[in-house]
């Protein structure tokens, strides 16, 4: 069985749903004979990368919201992490498009490390407070997960895996996507959003029936 995901590192519940998923996954008989491909997606490409904005006055201005408001919802979105095991610090996020973290994951692809790249890209903005649009940053990532170091800089100076993400992309809207995650199971059936571990391993149980 493939399941394709369509997921932005930027996004909170993508990560939360990657843990649900794999929690699933784990109860799912077959879970060795799942292929997993992630697949780009932007939530916002026009999205500039901004050193000295908080996560919050940046929610609330997207949004066009008070700071009190962004606040509690942070607050929300990091108690909804803690309970599936992850560690949110919204208070060190730094704001920063994701366009080159998605050409880092269609490398990894490449080498099947796919789904590490995503991982440490999660952990990279959500916890750790990095900038993940920066290219040191993107390549000690890379590098963490066993790319060579002069093909991450060679990439990250190119054109590399540009259409790559941009196939994801359109892929994404010829298919009506238009949140994230989004999850397919074997090209017949579709999860939005970050379900519970219930509603995944129930997909996974219902694609494997065929």
Known sequence: MKV??????RCPFCYIGKRKFEQALAQFPGKEDVEIEWHSFELDPNALTVLDKSAYDY????????????????????????????TF???????????????????????????QAEEQLFK?????GKNI????????????????????????KTEDFVDEVRYDEKTAGDLGINAVPFFIFDQKLAVSGAQSPETFLGALNKAAEG
């Open 133 to 156: 649009a920066d290219h040191e940053v993107l390549i000690e990532i890379g590098k963490s997960i066993g790319l060579n170091s002069l093909d991450l800089q060679t990439m990250l």
């Open 4 to 9: 394709d995901i369509w997921s932005d590192v």
């Open 59 to 86: 929610l609330a201005e997207r949004y066009g919201r008070s700071r009190e408001w962004a606040i509690e919802t942070h607050k929300q979105v990091t108690q909804t992490a803690a309970e599936v095991g992850l």
């Open 89 to 115: 610090n919204f208070d060190d996020a730094v704001i920063a498009n994701s366009f080159d973290a998605h050409r880092l994951i269609q490398m990894a692809k490449q080498h099947g490390t796919g789904d």
């Open 124 to 128: 990279a903005h959500f916890t750790d």
